[in-house]
């Protein structure tokens, strides 16, 4: 919910800063969103990883390498576009964040989302989806644009999970060029 005189600098600030939850007893750094902050397109991932949390950036570990190069294939400059997290910190051992994480950091992304007012909010992978839509099968529902309170969201598979199954970088990439024409029909600069 975005509060008068909020701004992204503010919420990168309070996240940095952030001792919600256990997860800042464990991490190297918080990592907040990245990006521009008119950006038409949003990306919501889960939560960081080592690399993040070495360099509190999201997305610069091999999961964000597997992202820049499909979004460079589809003609994404990263620059333009916005990436977060759902989760701000590290879980340890990498595992998925708990319910009571994600719903620690949903008002920042929640104020992330208000502030960019995202054209297309690009949700990589289940924990995402499942956290901002309550929904459960990435792969049965990857691909599909869907609107929610005023909001249009689109799912495909998190860019972790090509690591571990190289046929889904062909998924991802489908899936980018379907963001990519919806961008172009609605006029969308990407």
Not at 74 to 86: D, E, F, H, L, P
Not at 127 to 149: E, H, M, V, W
Not at 160 to 186: G, H, P, S, W
Request: proline share 5%; aromatic share 4%.
């Amino acid at each position: 919910m975005e509060m008068p005189n909020d701004s992204i600098e503010k919420i990168h600030a309070e996240v940095i800063n952030c001792k919600s939850c256990d997860l800042c007893k464990s991490r190297t750094n918080a990592v907040p969103g990245d990006g521009d902050s008119k950006a038409s397109i949003m990306f919501i991932g889960e939560a960081p990883g080592r690399n993040e949390d070495e360099k509190g950036r999201p997305f610069v570990g091999m999961a964000g390498k597997i992202l820049d190069e499909t979004l460079t294939k589809v003609g994404v400059i990263r620059s333009r576009v916005y990436i977060t997290n759902v989760v701000k910190c590290r879980p340890p051992g990498n595992r998925v964040p708990t319910e009571e994480e994600r719903r620690t950091c949903k008002n920042y992304l929640e104020r992330e989302i208000s502030i960019i007012s995202p054209k297309i909010i690009c949700i990589l992978g289940r924990t995402a989806y499942q956290s901002l839509l309550g929904g459960s099968s990435i792969l049965g529902n990857r691909g599909k644009f869907i609107q929610k309170d005023n909001r249009l969201y689109f799912l495909t598979v998190h860019p972790a999970a090509i690591i571990y199954n190289n046929k889904l970088r062909k998924v991802l990439e489908e899936d980018m060029e379907t963001l990519v024409k919806e961008c172009r029909r609605l006029q969308t600069s990407i």
